[in-house]
């Protein structure tokens, strides 16, 4: 818990001094976009003109957010601005999931980045200024204990999201879109919850007990691939897959018996 208390407060610390973001929690406060914008404009203020920004245009905020990230910085986007309306309140793991991307893209040493440029209280042409530097205690509290992050599976989820470089919000099962509340995330793949089930047995599967069906998307719990590949070594197939075959049963109007001629 320590860890996600260091993200909420490592985003709250990038959010401050911006209008109408107040980061309280990592769900209803992401919801209208402007913590997303906020965040990358305070590294990357070249990038979006946050000033131009609404509260109530919910939608336009998250997209821009969203498509900013995925072509500027390559982020790739975990959220879809379409839920991001629909529902009051985000789902917070998706939001922890997605912003650790950030936490991770903009604290890695290697990005160079431009100077920022200070907002203006009021109207004006934008100033150069020095980003806010974080101090030594900041280190010590928010980068340890975010460290944890991988240790609950969230780091290495988006992570391994970064390594796709295309926006998708496809299930790898069904290939179908997957809505916020619908998403599983699973080895860096997004699934309906109803798709990543064994298709043997249909149990909801867990992470690292399942392999890949012989079908393109299909996905088999270890115990049903386990007899598949015991019965095909052995060359005899899996009766547990054949089908239980019924006799025919012929319909048609009853024949009367034969009876012998008469004499």
């Known amino acids: 818990m320590g860890s996600l208390k260091a993200l909420q407060e490592w985003c709250r610390i990038q959010c401050e001094n911006y209008n109408d973001v107040d980061i309280k929690n990592m769900s209803s406060s992401f919801r209208d976009g402007l913590a997303f914008c906020a965040i990358i404009h305070r590294y990357r203020p070249d990038l979006i003109d946050f000033d131009s920004l609404s509260k109530e245009n919910v939608y336009e905020n998250n997209r821009m957010a969203f498509e900013t990230a995925e072509t500027e910085l390559g982020i790739p986007a ?6 991001m309306v629909s529902m009051k309140v985000p789902d917070r793991l998706s939001i922890i ?7 991770n893209f903009f604290t890695n040493k290697s990005h160079a980045n431009p100077p920022c440029m200070k907002r203006p209280s009021g109207t004006g042409h934008i100033e150069p200024a020095q980003k806010r530097p974080v101090t030594p205690l900041e280190d010590k509290v928010v ?15 988006a992570q391994g999201m970064v390594k796709r470089s295309s926006l998708s919000s496809t ?64 060359g005899r197939p899996d009766l547990s897959k054949r089908p239980s075959v019924v006799p025919p049963v012929r319909i048609g109007r009853p024949t009367a018996p034969r009876t012998a001629p008469p004499r």
Not at 97 to 103: D, E, G
């Open 78 to 83: 975990l959220l879809d601005p379409e839920d």
């Open 97 to 103: 999931t997605y912003v650790s991307q950030y936490y």
């Open 143 to 157: 980068e340890p204990e975010l460290s944890l992050l991988g240790q609950a599976g969230t780091q290495r989820e």
């Open 171 to 234: 299930c790898a099962a069904c290939q179908r879109h997957v809505h916020l509340v619908q998403r599983i995330l699973v080895d860096g793949k997004l699934y309906h919850r109803n798709c990543f089930r064994c298709r043997e047995c249909s149990s909801t599967l867990l992470p690292g007990s399942y392999k890949l069906g012989s079908e393109v998307g299909s996905l088999v719990c270890t115990h049903h691939f386990a007899r598949s590949a015991s019965a095909s070594q052995n």
